[in-house]
């Protein structure tokens, strides 16, 4: 019953978006092993005749576990069983946090996709997740963008999309998916582990939100999270209409007569195409003196050296090669 559940649910994301997967296209998999990327895998393997999908298996091995090598091996077998091309990265670095663990696995799934001559990449992404990342961000401090940062689609690199399907299907769908296939899920031993803070949510947070403030809370926040995924394209793309990506000067005009969410959106996005680093909230602030300082004000040093200035009407950034410690700065 639940096979055909999600069979119809993954039908509904793709029949009105066809551009998230389309015909005849090479697909990449992620596959930890897990009930998620199982289920997903399943899934495309159901449409693949539908969709003429050309179809391939990847895995990520952290070396974070001491049976990561059988699960590598667990994960290629099920897509040798499956008749699919299989293709394995295994980590030579010691990833010492979930944040470069993440990084690293982006990294690998993009070579793997190059490799493999395939233009999208899949993971198995779920509504739990969706839900899981809004908290984890919002308790950070993120703005929007963090609280809608799982989304259906996003560029990864080199014209290869990443694409998530499964974000309307919950993680108790996936299990019981697996469950009526007898898929041959790798139970993995650190979800369990709460020095990790998405486990923590997941396994504490998430359970008491659901018993005391709301039963349908994942589904909730969920929803959220794609009510915020429009208003942030929207954002970005009025924010855009303010710069140029030819030099670096941004017109303070035009940015005064905006409204202070196009200010920062435009700010933000300014700095982090021409910054060696990603801006904060206070470089942010710190650029936005300058829309009423006096012409020839600059800013303290951001990044290396990197500075604004005013030459009206424009806010130049620009980069000193010896910044003087007694300057004075806006």
Known sequence: MITKILKTKLNRVLRPLPHLLPKASNI??????????????????????????????????????????????????IAQDWGLPFYLRTAEIDLKSEASARDWRYKMLLEMALEADCEFVVTGHTESDRAETLLYNLVRGSGADGLQSLGWQRDLSSGIQLVRPLLGISRDETGEFC??????????????????????????????????FNPAVQKALAQ???LLSADVDYLET?????????????????LQNADIAIQRRAIHQFLS??????????????????????????SSPFAEGWIAKVDHPFIYLQQEPNPSPLRKYT
């Open 273 to 298: 195409y021409y910054l060696p680093r990603t801006p904060d909230f206070n470089h942010v602030q710190r650029f936005m003196q300058l829309l009423g300082a006096a012409n020839r004000s600059q």
């Open 28 to 77: 990449l998999i992620a596959v930890s092993g897990g009930q998620d990327s199982l289920c997903l895998a399943q899934l495309l393997i159901f449409a693949q005749a539908k969709w003429d999908w050309k179809l391939a298996i990847a895995h990520c091995d952290h070396k974070w576990r001491h049976d990561s090598t059988d699960n590598a091996l667990h994960v290629q077998k």
């Open 238 to 254: 009025q924010s855009r209409k303010l710069w140029k990506k030819q030099e670096p000067r941004i017109n303070r005009v035009q």
């Open 224 to 226: 959220t999270a794609e």
């Open 179 to 212: 469950q009526e296939l007898h898929l041959p899920v790798w139970l993995d031993s650190t979800n369990q582990v709460l020095d990790y803070k998405r486990n923590r949510i997941r396994e504490e947070l998430i359970p008491y939100l659901r018993q005391h």
